[in-house]
Antibody, heavy 121, light 106 residues
């Protein structure tokens, strides 16, 4: 069964850091582009970042550029999101998502259950 | 990235057809997809590459995309189709989601 399991969400103070992880199973992780999508409480979906299958290309939303960094470790079948200089507006459920055919611009066919990040003093 | 605009809400009677639109500049030149999200759940892909249904998605879900508008159509809408629906497209180096449409079946 194809699965994505996020972890690492927590309560953090403004200006703090956090690293999210997404453990993948049931598919050949190294051949699929992956993404992070977030959803603030009661709000819609917001794309955060994407990374190509090889890890050689990364893309970021303007709202997180320079503060959040996506990476992947194919030896561990794990996707990461390093979050620095966190702001209150980063408070959200963070989902990792797998692309349908592997391309960076594909639809997302599998989503994790999400991990909650709360930025507050 | 450009914006995608959806109506905030759509209401439909059981058994009738629901249409949810998604508008964006030259959206028809890009592939669009649609997700369904129910309260407390992760999003679920219901349409990809404008018109295709993933395995397990009922035939009553269909999609189209032309000009500046993509449309998700649900024929014979059922109570279980209630939820939030989001369109999504790739746009010059990034992904864009529509603001979401709350579908009410009443």
């Amino acid at each position: 069964e194809v699965q994505l399991l996020e972890s690492g969400g927590d309560l953090v103070q403004p200006g703090g850091s956090l690293r999210l992880s997404c453990a993948a199973s049931g598919f050949t992780f190294s051949t699929y582009a992956m993404s992070w999508v977030r959803q603030a409480p009661g709000k819609g979906l917001e794309w955060v970042s994407s990374i190509s299958a090889s890890g050689g290309r990364t893309y970021y939303a303007d709202s997180v550029k320079g503060r959040l960094t996506v990476s992947r470790d194919s030896s561990k079948n794990t996707l990461y999101l390093q979050m620095n200089s966190l702001r209150a507006e980063d408070t959200a459920i963070y989902y990792c998502a797998k692309t349908l055919y592997g391309g960076i611009d594909d639809a997302f066919d599998i989503w994790g259950q999400g991990t909650m990040v709360t930025v507050s003093s | 990235s450009s914006e995608l605009t959806q109506p905030p809400s759509v209401s439909v009677s059981p058994g009738q057809t629901a249409s949810i639109t998604c508008s964006g500049d030259k959206l028809g030149h890009r592939y669009g997809c649609w997700y369904q999200q129910k309260p407390g759940q992760s999003p679920k892909l219901v349409i990809y590459q404008d018109t295709k249904r993933p395995s397990g998605i009922p035939e009553r879900f269909s999609g189209s995309n032309s000009g500046n508008t993509a449309t998700l159509t649900i024929s014979g809408t059922q109570a279980m189709d209630e939820g939030d629906y989001y369109c999504q497209a790739w746009d010059s180096g990034g992904i864009v989601f529509g603001g979401g449409t709350k579908l009410t079946v009443l």
